[in-house]
């Protein structure tokens, strides 16, 4: 049997935030940018950011992932120039731990707002809400979405053992049918190919191969449901939060679900040295982890109060009322609650382009 990954038992070697920076200084705005990704979706977030300012004054730092030149990047800065960001240039390996962490020790600023290639912020002032809810006492981290999904539940009921999602979901075949359709439109986007491509392209045999290897780990790392964590696509924490925490080397995706939704997430790490995980939702409204499932943000409803969307949260609104259903269940359990999509919703790849 696989065992789980060596830890750091100590907390992470980060330097120290310089002296003389505090909370009075700006919030260091931090978005990745994948070159795989293309123009067209980069595009769509800086529409996004010019259409709904952050509210505060902020130093933007595009994360560069996968540019071979500052020239190959060329197109991606003129199209931000306006906004005058600074850009730091990373390899495309690993994940966005693997930019995230170096850009911090690199910058040293008072705290990162951290959000995804796939971000899109949704109302005016976003920053500034999410600025404010981490600047409450105990506070170690705010976001735009939390969840109490648990991989650990999820494979045991997909073996068909006991399980806190038992007599919740729909039946096996139908769960993996579901289950395959999102994998295969998460493989279109990584691929930046045409859904219907995307589906004669990678089978269920191989997908399903491809997950056979993590079980393991499925069972010993991850929490039974609730597993409650914050998620990171679109995140805010400060530099000294982020020095205490004990995290992997992040070698592949598994590591990655591991340190969001783990026994040693991040929102796991926090709570036992007494700091908090607050979700924030558009009208600037803080919800601690047990009222997650009522904060209306993610896989919930309309997801109305959505402060900022991703991948994610498009996956929900593109999808049908049974993949709604799915996903609200695998999120929120029995205080799952849905809402029949309205007609004519755009699919995940039009969203993320900025195609309402």
């Known amino acids: 049997m696989s065992r789980p990954r060596a830890w750091r038992r100590t907390p992470l070697q980060l330097p120290d935030t310089p002296p003389g920076v505090g909370g009075a200084d700006p919030p260091c705005l931090v978005h990745l940018v994948r070159e795989r990704n293309g123009l067209r979706w980069f595009r769509a977030f800086a529409e996004a950011l010019r259409a709904h300012p952050p ?17 190959q990047a060329a197109p991606y800065l003129d199209e931000v120039a306006d906004l005058a960001p600074e850009a730091l240039f990373f390899p495309d390996r690993g994940f966005e731990w693997g930019v995230y962490l170096p850009l911090a020790a690199r910058l040293r600023r008072d705290r990162y707002c951290f959000v ?6 949704l109302v005016d002032d976003w920053l500034a809400k999410l600025d404010a809810a981490l600047a409450r006492p105990d506070v ?33 075949r139908v769960v993996r049918e579901l289950s395959m359709e999102i994998q295969r439109e998460a493989a279109s986007l990584r691929i930046g190919s045409d859904l219907n491509r995307s589906r004669s392209t990678v089978s269920a045999t191989r997908l399903r191969l491809r997950s056979v290897p993590r079980v393991p780990r499925e069972f010993l790392e991850f929490e039974p449901f609730p597993a409650r964590h914050l998620r990171t696509n679109a995140f805010m924490i400060s530099h000294a939060a982020l020095r205490e925490l004990c995290l992997p080397a992040v070698r ?4 990655i679900y591991v340190l969001e939704s783990g026994r ?9 040295i007494g700091l908090r ?17 009522r904060s209306r943000t993610m896989w919930q409803g309309e997801q109305e109060r959505l402060l900022v969307a991703d991948n994610q949260t498009f996956c929900y609104t593109a999808g049908t009322f049974a993949r709604r259903s799915l996903l609200s269940t695998l999120a929120w359990g029995v205080g799952a609650d849905p809402c029949p999509p309205r007609d004519g919703q755009p699919n995940v790849s039009a969203l993320l382009a900025g195609v309402q």
């Open 252 to 255: 592949n995706k598994m590591d």
């Open 116 to 121: 995804n290639s796939h971000a899109r912020p």
């Open 140 to 172: 170690g981290q705010v976001g735009a979405t939390g969840s109490w999904a648990s991989v650990h539940s999820w494979v045991m009921g997909l073996a068909g053992l006991p399980n806190a999602y038992r007599g919740l979901l729909p039946a096996r």
């Open 55 to 71: 509210g505060v004054a902020c130093e933007l730092v595009l994360a560069m992932k996968g540019f071979s030149s500052r020239a």
């Open 277 to 293: 995980s607050l979700v924030v939702d558009c009208a600037g409204a803080v919800h601690g982890p047990e009222q997650w499932d």
């Open 264 to 272: 040693q997430s991040l929102t796991a790490q926090l709570e036992r």
